[in-house]
């Protein structure tokens, strides 16, 4: 499950029902800042804009030295959405702008570097702005919309094309659906002539200059999804210019998290600035950590039982301030590292351990938790309930160790339990 998934799922705890099916994997999701996808789609010869970016004022100057536009676009780099209509801790409005006048870029990357942008995806502390991008306005004529994905329903990567491009894809499917291509791709033969040509064609470049240059971009990124063990490259909008270029003016590109050995050029891109400090420590052992506002640490094994170890807490007036997903196979160094984490977040005044045994071993678990309380002098209240493979071997481990444990066989028991620690 990606952070984004996991974060909304958490978001809407007192309503898991709903999602009681999904699968909570523990595994870590690269986000890569907009100029950063640019550079791939450069580096793999799809055209983009000319642009540069800026990390320090006093280096405005001598990056607009590296191109000259007619019109310059100035973009705030963060990992959110909606950052046109944001707005500034200063006050300043708007976290993407456009000027023909270069001594204008400099004041309005002065109001945004440094600052935090907030907009709907943001909290309402926003995210500090540490880059900008200043890239050559494009003079579009018209808009497409292209992607390619992983689908689980077609077994493989497939091209989803659209002459409506530069808006909400999915109400266009839903409104027009014949304006919407779908085509299976061979995962070895790929975007080859044909099908990059019935794409173009369906897209609107007829004009046979133009079509082969779309043609040319098609191929390219293919060869980009291939290369970089891509899941997904939207391209909105993929647009054709007043002088018959072919461009990629936005994209966003999800990776597979496990070929990150062979991408580690990739994945050490990775603006870390944004994300909870925890969040960023976890993924280091390969574990899931989601922040909350409660005060109820919750550490568990799978979404089902993520889901209802919160929902629980919930009915039983408690709030949880985080959860982390040990995942199958855990180690006993894993188990360490995921209790310390949890107890080391100032919000958790009790900590709730809900592990069902399947795959993974009860005893594991209590040796690791012990073996936390032993070095880290976890003095909070711990609530442990363990079911499945090796409990009765667990819990002679924690029994043994004494407090800060305390058991429950019964989820509603322990949660009640944990509850009342913090009330009392």
């Known amino acids: ?49 000319n642009f540069t970016i800026v990390d320090d004022l006093q280096k405005t100057d001598s990056a607009l030295d590296k191109f000259h536009a007619s019109e310059y676009v100035i973009k705030a780099q963060v990992l959110a959405g909606g950052r046109g209509k944001g707005w500034f801790d200063n006050g300043f409005k708007g976290g993407v702008h456009l000027t023909k006048n270069p001594k204008e870029v400099k004041e309005i990357v002065k109001k945004m570097l440094g600052h935090k942008l907030i907009t709907k995806q943001t909290t309402k502390d926003g995210i500090l702005v540490q880059k900008v991008m200043i890239a050559e306005s494009v ?89 970089i063990d891509a899941l997904q490259i939207e391209i909105n909008p993929f647009v054709e210019t007043e002088d018959k270029q072919v461009v990629a003016v936005d994209a966003k590109i999800a990776f597979d998290d496990n070929a ?43 979404a089902g039982l993520a889901m209802a170890t919160m929902d629980i807490i919930k009915m039983n007036g408690g709030e949880p301030a985080n959860f982390l997903d040990v995942g199958g196979g855990v180690t006993e160094e894993q188990v360490f590292h995921a209790f310390r984490i949890v107890a080391e977040d100032p919000k958790a005044k009790a900590i709730f351990v809900n592990i069902f045994g399947g795959i993974v071993n009860c005893a594991i678990i209590a040796r690791g938790l012990v073996a936390g309380a032993k070095q880290l002098k976890i003095n909070k209240p711990v609530v442990v309930r363990l079911q499945g493979t090796n409990m009765m071997e667990a819990r002679k481990i924690l029994q043994e160790h004494g407090p800060p444990f305390t058991m429950n066989n019964e989820l ?9 620690t913090i009330r009392s």
Request: charged content about 30%.
């Open 1 to 49: 499950m990606s952070a984004f998934l996991t974060r909304k799922l958490a978001s809407s705890v007192g309503s898991f029902a709903k999602y009681s099916q999904a699968g909570l994997l523990s595994v870590r999701h690269l986000n890569l800042l907009e100029y950063q996808s640019k550079e791939l789609l450069k580096d793999s010869g799809v055209s983009v804009q």
């Open 139 to 227: 003079d579009i004529k018209r808009e497409t919309y292209l992607c390619i994905l992983m689908d689980r329903s077609h077994n493989g990567p497939v091209l989803i094309a659209s002459p409506a491009g530069g808006v909400d894809i999915e109400a266009v499917a839903e409104k027009t659906p014949e304006a919407v291509k779908t085509i299976p791709l061979d995962i070895y033969y790929g975007i080859d002539d044909k099908i990059a040509k019935e794409v173009a064609e369906f897209l609107g470049f007829t004009e046979e200059t133009i079509k082969r240059k779309a043609i040319f971009e098609l191929k390219n990124l293919w060869k980009l999804f291939v290369d």
């Open 260 to 302: 990150q050995f062979r991408q580690k050029d990739i994945f050490a891109m990775e603006d870390v600035s944004e994300k909870d400090p925890r969040e960023i420590d976890a993924s280091r052992h390969n574990l899931n950590y989601v922040s909350m506002d409660g005060n109820i640490g919750c550490l568990v094994n799978g």
């Open 412 to 420: 509603d028991e322990a949660a009640r339990n944990v509850v009342a």
